[in-house]
Nanobody, 126 residues
Framework: QVQLVESGGGLVQAGGSLRLSCAASGRTFRLQAMGWFRQVPGKEREFVAVISWSGGYTYYTDSVKGRFTVSKDNAKNTVFLQMNSLIPEDTAIYYC???????????????????WGQGTQVTVSS
């Protein structure tokens, strides 16, 4: 079992920044990647960003490219999502997730992630 604990989030004005953190513990030795997803009421949970467990590979959904950065502290098994130039459309509950899937092509699909954090609210006001 892998446990994920998120922190960060909150209320920020458009153009501002926030940083989310996700600490992984437990049976992390089998993990291949950590992802960030977000969800708004009435919509499906959508992919935001992913980082390989080694930290050497990252990938973003188009709407956040150039604004969000995913990184990892390997010593602390903690993943970060730095969110800059936030816009109201970024408002959502953000979840971190962990996957054992070995293929990068699978890392944008939430169904391939078996462990999830509790979620943290990000609200961007206009």
């Amino acid at each position: 079992q892998v446990q994920l604990v998120e922190s960060g989030g909150g209320l920020v004005q458009a153009g501002g920044s926030l940083r989310l953190s996700c600490a992984a513990s437990g049976r992390t030795f089998r993990l291949q990647a950590m992802g960030w997803f977000r969800q708004v009421p009435g919509k499906e949970r959508e992919f935001v960003a992913v980082i390989s467990w080694s930290g050497g590979y990252t990938y973003y959904t188009d709407s956040v490219k150039g604004r969000f950065t995913v990184s990892k502290d390997n010593a602390k098994n903690t993943v970060f999502l730095q969110m800059n130039s936030l816009i109201p459309e970024d408002t959502a509950i953000y979840y971190c997730a962990a996957t054992n899937h070995p293929y990068r092509s699978a890392w944008t699909d939430r169904r391939n992630f078996g462990s999830w954090g509790q979620g943290t609210q990000v609200t961007v006001s206009s």
